[in-house]
């Protein structure tokens, strides 16, 4: 595993001078894995509220009397949303099933890397979740050419706040 792959790297003592003595834990290894799980949990918290929302939404769209009038595009536009929704849900719930199966064996761990990777792929289905949706929506109301562009803005930014924003902070903070 790369040091990139570490969900969450600690820094070394001393190695930024210029950082407060708070970024620094004299903490046990078991204790930094526990607290790791726990960050990862709340973010899944925040993230699985999300999706859950969307794919109740995208749940009732077959009941709509309108739902009869989309076309192929838009139908499978919807369906790929709600897959892609249902995958998240998936991803989000998977640490704690994972945490029932590995529950005092002594891998804590192996369930902190696997919790990161379900996260990284959980956002990775909200995202086309949430762009599939705007896509529908957008089709729908303005026509399929604002659609695609506002969503490919759409994509853009999600890349930008989600990808590269934390990617550049981390690259300056080294």
Not at 33 to 58: C, H, M, P
Not at 140 to 167: D, K
Request: glycine share 4%.
């Amino acid at each position: 595993m790369a040091d990139d792959d570490v969900p969450f790297p600690e820094r070394p003592v001393g190695a930024h001078s210029d950082r407060p003595e708070t970024y620094v834990r004299n903490e046990t290894e078991a204790v930094r894995l526990d607290r790791n799980y726990n960050e990862l949990l709340q973010e899944l918290r925040v993230a699985q509220t999300g999706v859950q929302i969307l794919f109740a939404f995208l749940l009732t769209l077959p009941f709509q009397a309108r739902f009869s009038e989309l076309d192929p595009f838009q139908r499978t536009t919807y369906l790929l949303t709600l897959l892609t929704a249902a995958t998240s849900v998936v991803f989000f719930i998977a640490p704690v099933t994972a945490h029932r199966r590995m529950f005092r064996r002594n891998i804590k761990d192996e369930l902190v890397k696997l919790t990161a990777r379900a996260a990284s792929i959980g956002l990775c289905t909200l995202a086309l979740s949430i762009l599939g949706a705007a896509l529908l929506i957008i089709d729908l109301v303005v026509g399929r050419s604002w659609a695609i562009g506002l969503v490919s803005a759409g994509l853009v930014a999600i890349v930008t706040v989600w990808v590269l924003w934390p990617n550049e902070v981390t690259r300056r903070a080294r």
